[in-house]
């Protein structure tokens, strides 16, 4: 491939300044040739004429110019001149011996001759350069003569050629040249495409550090750019999908661990007091619990990322769904003693989501809110409507997140204080599909958080219309 766009580009160099020399030369050599041949026959008329003058009171009194008269004249004239009469008989003067080939087949044209007007045509000549003959008719003679003037047009094959010679050597040149020039510009476009082209296979092969620098600001360039852009994205993309790996085998493995040991210590008869069996039990439940919840979670965030997660949206009534929601919510407030506060106007338009992803939605801030907030705090919903939206916040009073982790809050398996979290059970995957689950619905989510304070999630919901 790259060798063809070279050997392309290096072609159509040579072509265009063969092209172009060779229609220069056919141009130039017939420019010369008229040229000269239309100086020489304006000379020969003007001659000519002067010739007709010179003749003429002697061929009026009825007398034929000898041939030495004739050959004085032809000298000053530059060219042989012989006379002829109608019928084609040499009256004067020595004409070359193919004069008359001219008039064979055009009898006519020989007619031609004897009317006033000079004619004049080119008689080719094979070796050396052709003449230019003119005639011109006496017609007042008492018997109409022709008088021919024939001139070799000197130097044009000469001039020719050498323009030829000189236009060959500029030829050579120029493909010299053109070789060079094309060789260097497919140079110049190539070596970027197979060093773009390198890098990708690299790529391919495995090496997700490879880009190319072939950046130049032109065409090519760009398309180096756009290549180490999309290779930047695939390499995050893969390194991404790395770590994820590497996450969801660690969260599988501690549960599966825990559950492991205190199994075998179960079995192994080395908790033989009812009151540690039954703690260890209980550990395991919870963390059989927790394997669930992990499992439950990879499962949606696996199909929102796969865009697979069906979204089954309608009209809801907010203040109806939330008091359906509000055992679940009660439920989990009690352990903590945890007081909710409702604040929600008394006019609030529809709006335009899937009632059982609402309620997930929900619950995975609700369950946050709770798991973060100090015991007996008061955690508040509040609910807005704007112009296109319904504003449903939920704030709680627990320790809020750091600015350093604001950010990354919303990533799979991220975790602001990876051990308290961990000690709170939640599975980092909470706040990723939450977001996912809210842009499914057409909406946003943000977070104001003070460290010491609080955090307040806000999430929005279409109007229906
Ligand atoms: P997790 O299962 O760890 O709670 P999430 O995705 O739900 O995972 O949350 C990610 C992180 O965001 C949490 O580990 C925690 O650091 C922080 N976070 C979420 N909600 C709150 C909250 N209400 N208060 C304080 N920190 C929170």
Redesign the pocket.
């Known amino acids: 491939m790259i060798r063809s766009i070279f050997s392309k580009i290096l072609l159509s160099h040579i072509g265009i300044i063969l092209i172009s020399t060779i229609t220069l030369t056919l141009f130039m050599s017939y420019l010369v040739r008229s040229n000269a041949i239309d100086t020489k026959r304006q000379d020969l008329l003007f001659k000519g004429q002067a010739v007709i003058a010179l003749l003429t009171p002697n061929i009026l009194a009825g007398n034929v110019p000898s041939n030495e008269s004739l050959a004085r004249i032809s000298e000053l004239a530059g060219g042989r001149i012989w006379l002829i009469n109608e019928n084609g008989t040499v009256l004067a003067g020595q004409p070359p011996y193919n004069w008359a080939r001219r008039f064979e087949e055009d009898r006519q044209e020989y007619a031609d001759l004897f009317s006033n007007s000079p004619h004049s045509w080119i008689r080719p000549s094979y070796r050396r350069d052709p003449s230019i003959v003119v005639t011109f008719a006496i017609p007042e003679a008492p018997t109409p003569i022709v008088v021919f003037l024939d001139a070799p047009i000197v130097g044009v094959n000469k001039t020719v050629a050498s323009l030829e010679r000189t236009l060959l050597y500029s030829l050579l040149a120029s493909l010299f040249t053109a070789i060079i020039a094309g060789f260097l510009i497919a140079r110049s476009l190539t070596k970027p495409i197979a060093n773009i082209s390198q890098a990708a296979k690299d790529f391919a092969n495995g090496n997700y550090d490879s880009r190319t620098t072939a950046t130049a600001n032109n065409e090519i360039g760009g398309l180096g750019r756009t290549f180490n852009t999309m290779a930047d994205s695939l390499a995050e993309i893969e390194q991404n999908r790395r770590n994820f790996l590497a996450n969801v085998s660690h969260e599988l493995k501690t549960p599966v661990t825990s559950i492991q040991a205190l199994s075998e210590t179960i079995l192994d008869g080395l908790a033989p007091k009812p009151e540690q069996q039954q703690r260890y039990i209980a550990t395991i439940l919870q963390e059989s619990q927790r394997l669930g919840r992990l499992i439950s979670d990879l499962l949606d965030l696996s199909q929102l990322e796969a865009d697979e997660l069906s979204i089954v949206c309608e009209k809801i009534n907010l203040q109806t769904w939330l008091s359906t929601e509000s055992d679940k919510l009660e439920a989990l407030l009690t352990p903590k003693q945890i007081a909710l506060q409702k604040n929600i106007p008394e006019q609030l338009p529809h709006v335009w989501g899937d009632p059982d992803r609402l309620g997930q939605v929900l619950t ?1 801030l609700m369950t ?2 709770i ?2 907030s100090p015991e007996q705090s008061i955690i508040t919903i509040r609910l807005l409507s704007t112009k296109h939206h319904v504003t449903i916040s939920i704030s ?1 009073q ?4 750091s600015p350093d ?1 604001l950010p990354y ?1 919303w990533d799979r398996f ?4 990876k051990s308290r ?1 961990r000690t709170y059970g ?7 599909i939450t977001k996912k689950l809210v842009q499914a619905m057409q909406g946003d989510i943000r977070v104001d958080s003070q460290v010491g304070k609080g ?1 307040t999630f806000t999430f929005t919901l279409p109007i229906a219309k």
């Open positions: 995975n946050n809110a798991r973060y709680d627990g320790p809020g997140i982790d809050i991220y975790r602001g204080d979290a939640g599975t980092g995957l909470g706040l990723a955090s």
